[in-house]
């Protein structure tokens, strides 16, 4: 997404030209799901769609912002953040409330904002928002704010101030991408690892099944209720110390002997998690062999756990997943993000791309009587001052 649709708006709406500009990536997970909020490790990789946004500084103490996909402009009064405007402005108004809480010094301003990352899919649109709007605020208001702080911060907005219990995966992609590479990240100690894409013999391809799930409409806070009560049950069967903060402290070779011990439910939802973070590991092994195929192999593993083990899966996605499976030049797919709709990502042979994508499209829309949109997409920086 180029800058200049966000400065072309800005001209259009406020006067004068704008000050600083952002570009904050959206995402696609290559495997790490639902192991987040599980205290886990999660292995996803900032793509080239992208929310861009600039801004410049106003003395009336408004905070103004306008989006180019959405027609209605935001409005937040200071310094008690009174918000009107239309329902995105909640982003907004988190990422100012999260920087008031770390005490910035917050002034008005103008705000224009372009993306070409689609609302709602799955690929982090709501992270790359918030990203985007941090690094503008930290730039408009000279915070000087280290890249750490930024994701928290754009997590805080999200997780607590929008009021979505996510977990940190999608911020600190979206401020840690690099292009080139997937970024491995140790959901409880935060450490990051940049991990290397193959620079031949890979493609990555996101289809959007169509399907919308906003994570506030609930089974997303059910799951994470699920695995809060399967920690429980393991807490009371003794095969954990109260101590335990999260399934991730479960030792995977001792499934076995609670399976006896949960209710059939939080046992699912306990081998996902552990098995899960195992296939981050096999993934991120595969990658730096430049083995794409092995990695494949693991994005399918991947799926099934989802579909069986955490039932997050729907029947577009799993369509999607079980037509490529029989294509030539798949290595491997599975949904990616929280599920219940939104995306699926496909490892494929670059030789095969027009192949898949016409056969894949094709499969899907013979079942389902609609094309669905999708996407080719390149690893990416995050978050940046352009
Ligand atoms: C959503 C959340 C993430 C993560 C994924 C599932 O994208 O925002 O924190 O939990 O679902 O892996």
């Given at each position: 997404m180029h800058a200049d649709a966000a400065r072309a708006l800005f001209r259009e709406r406020f006067s004068g030209a704008p000050l600083h500009d952002v570009r904050a990536p959206g995402r696609v997970n290559l495997i790490g799901e639902h192991t987040d909020y599980n205290e886990g490790f999660v292995l996803p990789c900032a793509i080239d769609r992208a929310v861009v946004a600039c801004a410049a500084q106003a003395v009336d103490g408004r905070v103004v912002a306008c989006s180019r996909e959405l027609p209605e402009p935001v409005e937040i009064g200071l310094p008690g953040l009174e918000r009107r405007g239309p329902g995105w402005g909640r982003y907004l108004h988190g990422v100012l409330a999260a920087l008031q809480e770390f005490g910035a010094p917050i002034g008005g301003c103008r705000i224009a904002l372009a993306s070409d990352l689609p609302h709602?899919?799955?690929?982090a649109s709501s992270a790359a928002l918030c990203a985007a709007l941090v690094r503008l605020c930290d730039a408009l208001y000279g915070l000087q704010l280290d890249p750490l702080s930024r994701a928290r911060l754009a997590h805080r907005a999200e997780s607590h101030f929008v009021g979505v219990g996510c977990g940190i995966m999608d911020p600190w992609i979206c401020v840690f991408g690099r292009r080139g590479a997937a970024l491995r990240l140790d959901?409880?100690?935060e450490s990051i690892e940049h991990v290397a894409l193959p620079t031949t013999g890979l493609a990555l391809l996101v289809v959007d099944s169509g399907v919308r799930h906003a994570l506030a409409e609930g089974d997303y806070g059910d799951r994470l209720g699920e695995c809060r009560t399967a920690l429980r049950e393991l807490q009371q069967a003794g095969?954990?110390?109260?101590?335990?903060?999260?399934?991730?402290?479960?030792?995977?070779?001792a499934l076995g002997a609670a399976e006896s011990r949960l209710t059939p439910r939080s046992f699912r939802r306990l081998r996902h998690v552990l098995s899960e973070n195992e296939r981050v590991e096999a993934v991120v092994a595969a990658l730096r062999r430049a083995d794409p195929a092995a990695a494949g192999r693991w994005l399918d593993a991947g799926m099934r756990s989802l579909q069986a083990d955490y039932e997050v899966s729907r029947p577009e996605l799993d369509a999607l997943c079980a037509i490529a499976?029989?294509?030539?030049?798949?290595l491997g797919s599975r949904l990616t993000?929280?599920?219940?709709g939104g995306c699926t990502l496909h490892f494929v042979e670059p030789a095969a791309r027009e192949g898949v994508e016409a056969a894949l499209l094709a499969g899907f829309a013979a079942r389902f009587g609609r094309r669905p949109r999708h996407w080719w997409v390149e690893s990416a920086d995050g978050a940046e001052l352009l």
């Amino acid at each position: 997404m180029h800058a200049d649709a966000a400065r072309a708006l800005f001209r259009e709406r406020f006067s004068g030209a704008p000050l600083h500009d952002v570009r904050a990536p959206g995402r696609v997970n290559l495997i790490g799901e639902h192991t987040d909020y599980n205290e886990g490790f999660v292995l996803p990789c900032a793509i080239d769609r992208a929310v861009v946004a600039c801004a410049a500084q106003a003395v009336d103490g408004r905070v103004v912002a306008c989006s180019r996909e959405l027609p209605e402009p935001v409005e937040i009064g200071l310094p008690g953040l009174e918000r009107r405007g239309p329902g995105w402005g909640r982003y907004l108004h988190g990422v100012l409330a999260a920087l008031q809480e770390f005490g910035a010094p917050i002034g008005g301003c103008r705000i224009a904002l372009a993306s070409d990352l689609p609302h709602g899919a799955g690929l982090a649109s709501s992270a790359a928002l918030c990203a985007a709007l941090v690094r503008l605020c930290d730039a408009l208001y000279g915070l000087q704010l280290d890249p750490l702080s930024r994701a928290r911060l754009a997590h805080r907005a999200e997780s607590h101030f929008v009021g979505v219990g996510c977990g940190i995966m999608d911020p600190w992609i979206c401020v840690f991408g690099r292009r080139g590479a997937a970024l491995r990240l140790d959901c409880r100690s935060e450490s990051i690892e940049h991990v290397a894409l193959p620079t031949t013999g890979l493609a990555l391809l996101v289809v959007d099944s169509g399907v919308r799930h906003a994570l506030a409409e609930g089974d997303y806070g059910d799951r994470l209720g699920e695995c809060r009560t399967a920690l429980r049950e393991l807490q009371q069967a003794g095969l954990l110390p109260s101590s335990a903060q999260a399934l991730r402290d479960f030792d995977p070779a001792a499934l076995g002997a609670a399976e006896s011990r949960l209710t059939p439910r939080s046992f699912r939802r306990l081998r996902h998690v552990l098995s899960e973070n195992e296939r981050v590991e096999a993934v991120v092994a595969a990658l730096r062999r430049a083995d794409p195929a092995a990695a494949g192999r693991w994005l399918d593993a991947g799926m099934r756990s989802l579909q069986a083990d955490y039932e997050v899966s729907r029947p577009e996605l799993d369509a999607l997943c079980a037509i490529a499976a029989d294509l030539p030049g798949v290595l491997g797919s599975r949904l990616t993000g929280a599920g219940f709709g939104g995306c699926t990502l496909h490892f494929v042979e670059p030789a095969a791309r027009e192949g898949v994508e016409a056969a894949l499209l094709a499969g899907f829309a013979a079942r389902f009587g609609r094309r669905p949109r999708h996407w080719w997409v390149e690893s990416a920086d995050g978050a940046e001052l352009l």
